[in-house]
């Protein structure tokens, strides 16, 4: 498996959990996203946009990565370009650090709907701002690794059939959910005698948004 991972222009927060999760990868910026390569400590091998978010004060070794340049009049946002240019380079999974928040509320949705291209199309997505990750649900059956009490919800992206919560504080059982939906909002990770939180889906798309690393209420 090709790991990259993609720095786009949203929140970002370092974690242990973050690091683990971007060590080894291949990382690609997109425009602003760069920034990130500071707090990560991680070098890029490409740096792609139309260049009209570039920080302040890059260090030299930042601002000397080889650069993709595109017309800020494009069909495309600068993170899918950098997503294109993974997958172009052989990536079967993806880290899209920074797919949350940020100024611009458009592209965040993006990166959700896009994730579930992705997974469509056999990409494995991982989406994250350290604090929230995000995951692609598909029909089929996906365990994850979120200690107890973490907070989760599952988005639905279409009405959802035989959708079945395990491992949580209120579990469902091949339950039909109607497009918005706010039933399979707020749940909390609880390890029942088989393991962790598991989800399985009938029929339908979903993302599963966790809480791992909650930021403190302002």
Same mark, same amino acid.
């Given at each position: #498996?090709?790991?990259? %991972?993609?720095?786009?222009? $949203? ?6 959990? /973050? ?9 690609? !910026? ?12 991680? #070098? ?18 930042? !601002? ?33 650090? $920074? ?8 592209? !965040?949705?993006?990166? /959700? ?9 056999? %990409? ?22 979120? !200690?107890?009490? %973490? ?15 395990? $491992? ?11 497009? $918005? ?15 962790? /939180? ?21």
């Amino acid at each position: #498996m090709s790991t990259f %991972t993609i720095l786009l222009g $949203g929140d970002l927060v370092r974690t242990p959990r /973050l690091d683990r999760q971007v060590a080894g990868t291949r990382v690609i !910026a997109a425009d602003a996203g760069i920034d990130h390569a500071r707090l990560l400590g991680v #070098m890029p091998e490409l740096w792609v946009g139309d260049f009209d978010s570039v920080p302040a004060d890059l260090p030299a070794d930042l !601002a000397a990565v080889p650069r993709e340049v595109f017309p800020p009049e494009k069909d495309k946002t600068d993170g899918e370009l950098a997503i294109a240019a993974a997958l172009e380079r052989g990536a079967t999974s993806l880290v899209l650090a $920074g797919a949350f928040g940020g100024r611009r509320a458009d592209h !965040a949705f993006l990166h /959700l709907a896009l994730s579930l291209r992705l997974a469509e199309a056999g %990409t494995k997505v991982l989406l994250t701002s350290g604090a929230q990750e995000g995951a692609p649900l598909l029909p089929g059956k996906a365990g994850f690794d979120y !200690a107890d009490g %973490t907070l989760f919800s599952v988005l639905g992206f279409s009405d959802l059939s035989g959708l079945t919560v395990s $491992g949580a504080k209120w579990p469902l059982d091949h339950v039909e959910v109607v497009f $918005g939906s706010s039933l399979t909002i707020s749940n909390e990770v609880k390890s029942n005698k088989t393991g962790g /939180l598991e989800i399985a889906l009938g029929h339908g798309r979903a993302l599963l948004l966790a809480h791992p690393y909650p930021l403190p209420e302002s």
